[in-house]
């Protein structure tokens, strides 16, 4: 599967942007989705996924209740709106899909298989 990250761009704290990530060439519902980010000189951190259904998310205490993962499967994409935005919310942010079935949502990088280029979500104060 392929995947194109969109919607990243600068706005001020307290602003908001929603993020698409654009899935093709593979069939969409049977990949877990998530969202990760990376900051200046940061590892790699997960934000937030969804499963397979979106009948399930998992977010990261840091964006709990500002931030929303959805998917539009017939639209093949997942979504991530981001509210409340913070100086530390800046960061490249990248969409990943795994075909991992699971109790437990997938939260680490290495459990996703295939990832999108990012898009820079930049937060001034």
Not at 7 to 32: D, H, I, K, N, P
Not at 36 to 41: C, K
Not at 73 to 84: D, F, P
Request: aromatic share 10%; with cysteine; proline share 3%.
């Amino acid at each position: 599967v392929q995947l194109q990250a969109s919607g990243g761009g600068l706005v001020q704290a307290g602003g908001s942007l929603r993020l698409s990530c654009a899935a093709s060439g593979g069939t969409f519902s049977r990949y877990v989705m998530g969202w990760f980010r990376q900051g200046p000189g940061k590892e790699r951190e997960f934000v937030a996924a969804i499963t397979q259904s979106g009948g399930r998310r998992s977010y990261a205490d840091s964006v709990k209740d500002r931030f929303t993962i959805s998917r539009d499967v017939a639209m093949n994409t997942v979504y991530l709106q981001m509210n409340v935005l913070k100086p530390e919310d800046t960061a490249v942010y990248y969409c990943g899909a795994t075909l991992v079935r699971s109790l437990v949502i997938p939260t680490t990088p290495t459990a996703y298989d295939y990832w999108g280029h990012g898009t820079q979500v930049t937060v001034s104060s």
